[in-house]
């Protein structure tokens, strides 16, 4: 997490390396003579025009050598007209270098065979920029057998730009030996090629899912969408929001090639390569080094790339910083990111700003991201517009969108159009929606088709659902097989799920010894596994686990504890709870507050709630109250206790009639 204090750090403007696109010519443009090996170094220690002049005297005079420079000097000015002449001069003379310029020369003017020719004649001499130049020529005319012969001249010379090229069309054609050119010409400084090798290793590290930086897939909702979250529809148990999806994890094999993708992003990102900076940037944001993820992302956005604009904002959103979450999320979504306008809908409709959400998430289905047509659709639901809901769930689930296609299920079968839900659950359920399969779970329970639930309750379950690891338990403990319920159990009970929890404490409390008699001084117990579980469960608010947990309070002599856990369960309604209390405060003498607690209980259905207040109403002598509380203690049951309630109601009644 970036903490506050980091704000700065993020937003700074700091020095960063500004991207150069020079002209095409320049990286074609060969030195001549002595300094062949680079493109006028001269100019290090003279300015231009000294050199110039000291050349144009000497080609004046002949000189081949001083004939290519200032061909070459005059080409880079672009003073085609004045460079001609000397390039074809020293061309004359044998000069590979001034072969290769006029070639570039002829290019530039428009006569591209006439330039092949002369790249051709500075290339059999061992010129690796014009065989460089030569290969481009013939890629372009579509000749890559030629093409590749003539890059593979340069690469073999050690040229960045050859090697590079040749990556590139052995790429184009799968070649595998496309890697080796691609590392020769990162090696030698070249941005690009360390960015596509850098990409290529985390391709062959992470796998063909490799996910980039704060991309969703348009299966998974929202995403960095509306944040509303998950949970049930209202009056079915159906779940119809999604989860985001989750980045890709690196398997430990991968390591390695992990951390030489990241060396690469960052020699390119050093010179300039913005979307080696936004990559860099999500390596760093997956480590947890947010600050310099957060310093990345800012070179790569200033630098005009959408995507690391909307990641900065996500970062800045984690921090704490929604203001200027929005500001670079707005830079992103005005260059066309339909993520970002997805991001401000949500922001919007977080504030209650529900035109401004709605606009947001139109831009973010006009600029192609599906998102934005469910995220109306959520937007629409949630505002009881049920009709434009439907429409918008349907565009959205008909371009793919599996949670779309689920929640446009849950309306229709909400409506109670069970026959058109399903296919749309089927539908969402085979893309991946976990959702969805739990959906059609309850779906074929509510049919009695348990076996089919089941396989979907399954399906969902393996994908981490916790309330179908749930059902799946329950199903288990129904036939038997009490170990694959308790594993299953435990995953939901673990995701959080209060009934889980309860279930899997009974399932242990079943396995436990019963206890013997109680021995004076003997240590007290410890809490036992299922006793924590029941205890997770009532802190949950689960209020069959909270009796639990105050019974074995109780049992322990921890009366307060106890009486804790019954208040609670029976302030929430337990009648079970309502009636424990009673008697724990009947047993430490407060009858009157007992009683009041055992009339709520019997109220709600309670016979031996209903029984103690008959006993209690017969030993103040109200004979005709405690008649009244037989006859419902006798009604309510169980057995035993209708047996006991009636024999005390014949005693009263003789008592009345004496």
């Known amino acids: 997490m970036v903490f506050m204090g980091d704000r700065a750090t993020l937003l700074e403007t700091g020095r960063f390396v500004q991207r150069h696109a020079g002209n095409a010519a320049d990286e074609i443009i060969e030195a001549a003579g002595a300094v062949d090996a680079a493109v006028d170094t001269t100019a290090d220690q003279e300015n231009e025009a000294e050199t110039e002049a000291r050349h144009r005297l000497a080609a004046e005079k002949g000189d081949p050598a001083s004939m290519s420079v200032l061909g070459a000097l005059l080409l880079r000015r672009g003073d085609l007209d004045g460079a001609e002449p000397y390039l074809r001069g020293a061309t004359g003379q044998g000069d590979r270098a001034a072969a290769n310029n006029l070639g570039v020369l002829l290019h530039q003017r428009g006569y591209p065979d006439e330039a092949a020719g002369w790249w051709r004649v500075a290339a059999v001499a061992g010129s690796a920029p014009a065989a460089h130049a030569l290969g481009r020529h013939h890629r372009e005319r579509g000749d890559e057998p030629a093409a590749e012969y003539w890059l593979r001249q340069a690469a073999e010379q050690g040229h960045a730009l050859g090697a590079y090229a040749l990556a590139d069309l052995l790429e184009h054609r799968s070649d595998v030996g496309a890697e080796r050119w691609l590392r020769a010409a990162a090696e030698q400084g070249h941005r690009e090629a360390a960015y596509r090798l850098a990409l290529a290793l985390e391709r062959r590290a992470t796998g063909p899912a490799a996910r980039g930086p704060h991309a969703y897939d348009t299966g998974t909702g929202t995403g960095t969408g509306t944040g509303t979250g998950t949970g049930p529809s209202t009056g079915t148990g159906l779940r119809a929001a999604t989860r985001p999806a989750p980045l890709g994890e690196a398997r430990p094999a991968a390591e390695d090639g992990l951390a030489e993708a990241e060396q690469w992003f960052r020699q390119a990102a050093a010179r300039g390569h913005r979307r080696a900076a936004l990559h860099l940037g999500a390596i760093l944001e997956r480590r947890g080094d947010l600050k310099e993820a957060g310093r990345w992302y800012l070179t790569s956005a200033k630098d005009g790339e959408a995507k690391a604009a909307r990641a900065l904002g996500f970062l800045l959103r984690d921090a704490g910083d929604e203001e200027s979450a929005a500001v670079w999320w707005l830079r992103a979504a005005q260059d066309g990111d339909g993520n970002a306008a997805n991001a401000l809908g949500a922001l919007h409709a977080a504030r209650g700003e529900q035109q401004t959400a709605e606009r947001w998430y139109r831009a973010a289905m006009d600029a192609g991201d599906v998102n934005g047509a469910y995220n109306l659709g959520l937007l629409c639901a949630a505002q009881e517009r049920t009709q434009q809901a439907e429409q918008w769930y349907r565009r959205a689930a008909y371009a793919g969108h599996r949670e779309a296609a689920n929640a446009l299920a849950v309306l229709l079968l909400q409506a109670g159009d069970a026959g058109g839900a399903e296919p749309w659950f089927?539908?969402?359920?085979?893309?991946?929606?976990?959702?969805?399969?739990?959906?059609?779970?309850?779906?074929?329970?509510?049919?009695?088709?348990?076996?089919?639930?089941?396989?979907?309750?399954?399906?969902?379950?393996?994908?981490?659902?916790?309330?179908?690891?749930?059902?799946?338990?329950i199903a288990h403990l129904r036939d038997g097989d009490e170990q694959a319920a308790e594993r299953h159990l435990r995953c939901a009970a673990g995701g959080g799920s209060a009934e889980a929890a309860y279930r899997l404490?009974?399932?242990?409390?079943?396995?436990?010894?019963?206890?013997?008699?109680?021995?004076?001084?003997?240590?007290?117990?410890?809490?036992?596994?299922?006793?924590?579980?029941?205890?997770?469960?009532a802190q949950q608010g689960h209020r069959r686990a909270q009796v639990r947990v105050g019974m074995l309070a109780a049992a322990r002599g921890d009366i307060e504890e106890a009486a804790r856990w019954y208040r609670e369960a029976a302030e929430a309604g337990s009648r079970n709870g309502a009636f424990n209390l009673g008697l724990l405060l009947a047993r430490e003498g407060a009858e009157r507050e007992a009683a009041l607690w055992w009339t709520r209980?019997?109220?709600?259905?309670?016979?031996?709630?209903?029984?103690?207040?008959?006993?209690?109403?017969?030993?103040?002598?109200?004979?005709?109250?405690?008649?009244?509380?037989?006859?419902?203690?006798?009604?309510?049951?169980?057995?035993?206790?209708?047996?006991?309630?009636?024999?005390?109601?014949?005693?009263?009644?003789?008592?009345?009639?004496?």
């Open 505 to 537: 404490a009974t399932v242990l409390d079943a396995r436990r010894p019963a206890p013997g008699p109680p021995v004076l001084g003997a240590p007290r117990e410890e809490r036992s596994e299922c006793e924590e579980w029941y205890e997770r469960a």
């Open 601 to 658: 209980a019997a109220h709600a259905g309670h016979g031996r709630a209903a029984l103690r207040l008959a006993l209690l109403a017969a030993r103040r002598g109200e004979l005709t109250e405690g008649r009244r509380w037989c006859d419902r203690a006798v009604e309510l049951g169980p057995a035993e206790v209708a047996e006991r309630a009636a024999r005390l109601s014949e005693a009263l009644h003789q008592e009345l009639t004496a």
């Open 426 to 473: 089927s539908k969402a359920a085979e893309a991946g929606s976990v959702d969805a399969a739990f959906n059609l779970g309850i779906l074929h329970a509510g049919r009695d088709d348990d076996r089919t639930a089941l396989t979907w309750y399954e399906r969902a379950a393996a994908a981490g659902h916790t309330e179908a690891a749930l059902q799946v338990g």
